[in-house]
């Protein structure tokens, strides 16, 4: 399967407000420089939620947590001599339910970070946490291990809601984990889900007001999507499972885009909204198509290596990556070289999700390649597409305009279909497609 169409599997296609220029890092990071991060993936749940397709899984006889510290730090050892050094900007503890977690596991694992590459001063440390009152009760712990943002799947502000998506904490659960979030963290989100079975506009606009009251700087707003393979997709076949057609889901996206804007919240990627400066620096390295070391079951990577920039991925069964790790190193199951094509191709597909857009110069240094000018044009006359200058400078940026979102895999299709070798690069070196793993769910989907 080509690299591109993979990719482009996992990519919904969704509207993002446009004109919500980023403002200046406060890390200093930019699309030109977005950093090293490191993710560590954290597989088990209390429970799987019907709609999930993480990778996921429930011990209901627990899980050796010991055995997968161990694991944990050996492949970030592993991780350390593929990067060499690094300043780390941004660690993020994803799942599953990374607050399932131990304290002291979370403390190990930073410890281990710190010790192998540099962590920055500002770094960005992120946790992602089920909003239940256990998991509230370890907040502290996290604090005091190195954690300084919390992200909080809350999904839903109505029990009801929340039952019908499979979660295990209610609406007061999570409003008293909140409470403890703000007081613990200088920074916290929390995700929602919308475009749910049966919601209707007024409804959602009631509950994202009460979301934006209770907010804090960030928050990730996300369409409901029906995933294959999930409960839901088997529901929805069974006519068992309804949810809102394009034109109600268009409703409820433009009443997320009229009420975040309104409160001051940006929309700098598709499904996320933030103060200025309070963008997710993990995820912005993911969607400037940084570099990032991925350690645990099913983690992806993006490293640049002495063979260039590689494409990791990890055993996705957590038993199975443990021994894997503990009998050579690592639980990577593939390793592939990314042609500059392949690079050009997944830059393009990250960036366009971003207000700022594309970085055309980077784009150029990464996969030597541009899109033709030709197909700029025809798509900006479609008006899907938009140059960004400054004054009368060349272009330095392309980005999707908000039409341009709803068919944003096609926008992204040509694009890559238009892209222009650029002079002086051999032509082996933009024309290999080799096979290889997508994009990390994180960067794609809806998390926790
Ligand atoms: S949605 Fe989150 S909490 Fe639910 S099963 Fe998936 S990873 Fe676990």
Not at 228 to 257: F, M, N, R, W
Not at 330 to 343: F, K, M, P, R, V
Not at 354 to 377: D, I, M, Y
Request: with cysteine; aromatic share 8%.
């Amino acid at each position: 399967m080509h690299l591109l169409g993979a990719l482009l599997r996992m990519l919904y296609s969704r509207p993002v407000a446009m004109g919500d220029a980023m403002t200046p890092s406060r890390s200093g990071l930019d699309a030109n420089d977005p950093g090293f991060g490191v993710y560590v993936h954290w597989p088990f749940c209390a429970q799987k939620c019907p709609y999930c397709d993480f990778n996921s899984h429930v011990r209901f006889g627990g899980w050796d947590e010991d055995r997968f510290l161990s694991a944990y730090l050996r492949e970030l050892d592993d991780a350390r001599q593929r990067t060499g050094p690094r300043i780390v900007n941004s660690i993020f503890f994803g799942g599953g339910t990374p607050s399932l977690m131990k304290p002291s596991t979370t403390a190990a694992i930073l410890d281990r970070i710190a010790a192998l590459w540099s962590v920055g001063s500002d770094a960005e440390i992120t946790l992602e946490a089920n909003p239940g009152s256990v998991e509230a009760g370890r907040f502290r712990g996290y604090r005091d291990a190195g954690v300084n943002r919390v992200s909080m799947g809350f999904q839903a502000l109505n029990d009801e809601a929340l039952k019908k998506l499979g979660r295990i904490h209610t609406v007061a659960e999570g409003r008293a984990a909140l409470d403890v979030a703000r007081s613990t963290f200088a920074r916290f989100s929390f995700d929602l889900i919308y475009a749910r079975p049966g919601q209707t506009p007024d409804a959602w606009r009631s509950e994202l007001s009460d979301a934006l009251d209770m907010a804090g700087d960030h928050l990730s707003l996300y369409q409901l999507t029906i995933e294959p393979d999930t409960p839901y997709a088997a529901l929805q076949a069974a006519g068992k499972l309804i949810v809102p057609d394009e034109d109600a889901a268009l409703a409820l996206y433009e009443i997320t885009q009229e009420l975040t804007h309104a409160r001051g919240y940006g929309a700098y990627e598709i499904s996320n909204h933030a103060r200025p400066g309070q963008e997710s620096r993990h995820n912005l390295l993911y969607w400037r198509y940084g570099e990032y070391a991925g350690v645990g079951p099913g983690a992806h990577g993006r490293l640049m290596t002495c063979d260039g920039r590689v494409a990791t991925i990890a055993e996705k069964h957590p038993e199975t990556w443990a021994g894997q790790v503990e009998a050579k190193g690592h639980g990577l199951i593939d390793i592939t070289s990314l042609s500059a094509t392949e690079q050009g191709d997944e830059m393009l597909l990250m960036g366009l999700r971003l207000s700022e857009g594309v970085n055309l110069a980077r784009l150029a240094a990464l996969g030597s390649v541009r899109p033709s000018l030709q197909t700029v044009s025809e798509l900006e006359a479609l008006g899907l597409l938009q140059s960004i200058s400054t004054g009368n400078a060349p272009p330095h940026a392309i980005r999707a305009t908000p039409k341009g979102r709803f068919v944003l895999n096609a926008v992204v299709a040509k694009l890559s279909e238009s892209f222009v070798p650029l002079e002086g690069i051999a032509s082996g070196s933009v024309a290999t497609s080799q096979p290889t793993s997508p994009l990390p769910q994180h960067a794609l989907s809806t998390p926790a």
